[in-house]
C-alpha cells in the first residue's frame, strides 16, 4: 500500500512476524530461531553437522531459510522497521511461546511499527478448544501433550550442546478468545474481531495463509 502525503509518497509494509516455514509471498518475514542465522553460515553448518548437533527437522528449516527471504529479529526487543511504517502484521503460533512479560514487549513494538489503524492478525491454540476436548475424551495424557507446555529434560552432554546452539521451544502461556481481547484492550488496540477460520477484516489479504494451523486455532484480528 501506498499513502500520500503533502511532501511525499510513503510505501507501508506487512509483515508476518515468527513465520516459521510459512513466510507470506511478497510479504516482510522474521523470524527468531538460530536457524535464520545459521543459514548464512554454512561452513559453521557442516562443523555442527559433524558433531551430531544438528536435527533432521533443524537442518530441513535451515536449508529453507537460505531459500527463502527471511528476516531474524528478536521481536520483544526490536522489530526493524520505522516508526508507524506497518500497515498489517500477521503472526500464527508464536505468541504462546511468549512470557507474560514478553508479550507486552512484542505488543509494544507492534504498536510502534503500526500506522493507527493498522491490523494485527494473530492465530493461536484454543484453550477453549483444547480443553473441550480433554472434557469430551477425558484423556489426561493426550491434553497435557497438545498443551506443549514442557519438553524432556536434556541427559545427556550432546541434547545439552544441541539446546545451546538451536535452542528449545515450548508454549509459556495459552489463551481464550476473550483472555486474548484483553490482553490486547489493555495494551493499546481499541477493537477486537474473533473471527472464523478463512476470514479476515484486511483489504487485499493476497497471498496470506487465511487457514494456517487449522485444526486448534482460534484467529483474532485487532486494529490500533
Excluded at 509483515?15 to 554454512?42: E, H, Q
Excluded at 493499546?188 to 477460520?197: A, N, R
Aim: with cysteine.
Amino acid at each position: 500500500m501506498i499513502i500520500s502525503t503533502n511532501t511525499a509518497k510513503i510505501s507501508l509494509f506487512r509483515v508476518n512476524i515468527g513465520c516459521g516455514m510459512s513466510p507470506t509471498p511478497d510479504w516482510l518475514n522474521f523470524d527468531n530461531s538460530p536457524s535464520v542465522r545459521l543459514a548464512k553460515y554454512p561452513l559453521f553448518i557442516k562443523t555442527l553437522c559433524a558433531f551430531n548437533l544438528l536435527r533432521s527437522t533443524q537442518l530441513d528449516f535451515i536449508h529453507f531459510c537460505q531459500r527463502s527471504q527471511i528476516t531474524w529479529a528478536e521481536v520483544t526487543k526490536h522489530i526493524p522497521l520505522p516508526n508507524h511504517s506497518v500497515e498489517v502484521i500477521y503472526s500464527s503460533h508464536m505468541l504462546e511461546h511468549l512470557d507474560r512479560n514478553e508479550v507486552v514487549l512484542f505488543l509494544r513494538e507492534a504498536r510502534r511499527i503500526l500506522i493507527k489503524g493498522g491490523i494485527l492478525r494473530l492465530a493461536i491454540p484454543d484453550l477453549n478448544k483444547l480443553i473441550s476436548n480433554y472434557v469430551q475424551n477425558g484423556d489426561a495424557d493426550s491434553f497435557m501433550e497438545s498443551m506443549h507446555v514442557c519438553k524432556p529434560r536434556p541427559k545427556s552432554i550432546l541434547d545439552k550442546l544441541r539446546i545451546l546452539v538451536v535452542g528449545t521451544r515450548h508454549h509459556q502461556w495459552l489463551y481464550d478468545s476473550t483472555s486474548l481481547a484483553k490482553l490486547l484492550k489493555e495494551n493499546g488496540f481499541t477493537e477486537t474481531y474473533p473471527l472464523p477460520i478463512g476470514q479476515t477484516r484486511i483489504i487485499n489479504s493476497g497471498q496470506l495463509n487465511l487457514h494456517e494451523d487449522a485444526g486448534d486455532s482460534m484467529y483474532l484480528e485487532a486494529v490500533l
